[in-house]
């Protein structure tokens, strides 16, 4: 069991003794600063490597060198204790439409000018994923899901706001702890159809088409053209 520092710059976890990040950064001189983010190693019964954050990535207790050994020091006494505690997340026993509900309830997510569209979104993967438990999703599965949404004749960018809106769930479960990295990495190795600049057109439009447009935007995109 181990206290691993993670680089601000280059995100490699590393030993705490480390004075100097491969990268060539000052990881020492960051800790003092507090950007660097603790991460806690341990081995579950039967061997299986785990790191798992301190806090999440805005919660300041994740940049403390104390809070890290507290623990640490938990992880120990649970190994001890009661093994089978290190073994289960909350993801492992939470379906993907468990966690759907989770996230859409809370009030931050409610205020955003998008949340009908990702409601939408989200409830569009809950019907190929809500019945599967979180950390069971693979990336070959989210990649069928990917080729069966466009074999329905769904454009790239529809199918990928689909999985976008996914992936936004996983990450904001994970800085809240409910599920671990390798969901996390699950999602995040499912590449975007759209590639870069694709879906890009050149196109001259009249002053009656631009004030057209307008009329037709969604209130927080008006907001965001001056």
């Excluded at 603790?38 to 954050?53: A, C, D, F």
């Excluded at 089978?84 to 966690?99: D, G, I, N, S, Y």
């Excluded at 671990?180 to 995040?188: R, Y």
Aim: some cysteine.
């Amino acid at each position: 069991m181990a206290i691993l520092a993670e680089c601000p710059v280059c995100h490699k976890k590393q030993t705490v003794r480390n004075k100097v990040c491969a990268c060539g950064k000052d990881i020492d001189k960051m800790k003092r600063a507090q950007k660097v983010r603790y991460w806690v190693s341990y081995r579950l019964p039967g061997g299986k490597q785990r790191r798992e954050p301190v806090a999440g990535a805005k919660d300041p207790k994740a940049y403390s060198i104390e809070e890290a050994r507290a623990a640490e020091g938990k992880r120990k006494a649970q190994k001890v204790e009661t093994p089978r505690v290190l073994q289960r997340a909350p993801e492992e026993k939470m379906t993907f439409q468990q966690l759907t509900d989770w996230y859409l309830g809370l009030e931050k997510v409610k205020a955003r000018a998008y949340f009908e569209t990702l409601k939408f979104n989200l409830a569009s993967f809950n019907k190929e994923f809500g019945d599967i438990i979180v950390s069971q999703i693979k990336p070959s599965q989210i990649e069928n899901f990917q080729a069966k949404q466009k074999a329905a004749r769904l454009s790239d960018s529809y199918v990928d706001q689909q999985i976008g809106a996914a992936k936004t769930v996983v990450n904001k479960a994970f800085d809240n702890d409910m599920v671990t990295g390798e969901t996390v990495k699950a999602f995040k190795r499912v590449k975007k159809l759209l590639k870069r600049n694709s879906n890009a057109r050149d196109k001259v439009l009249t002053v009656d088409q631009v004030e057209n447009l307008m009329s037709a935007l969604p209130r927080h995109t008006k907001c965001s053209i001056s």
